[in-house]
């Protein structure tokens, strides 16, 4: 789920999508970089605990794919 979120407007050729809208809008994108990769995650609320997991809420998907996310970073 996003809070604050907004479509990327132009996506490189070499870009992967990692989630869209419904309406195939993109809003988390991985470009690789060098020997690593970008991500831009379109929505400039998504990392705060009230959207991951805070006091009196829990997202499981969004902590799921930050988890997914930097494991696949990970050595």
Known sequence: SFMSAWALAAVPE????LCATPDNWPLIASVPVGQGELVLIA???FLHNRNLEGSKN???ANTAFLKNL???VAP
């Open 14 to 17: 070499n870009a992967t999508i």
């Open 43 to 45: 929505d400039s609320e």
């Open 58 to 60: 829990h997202d499981p």
């Open 70 to 72: 930097l494991d696949s």
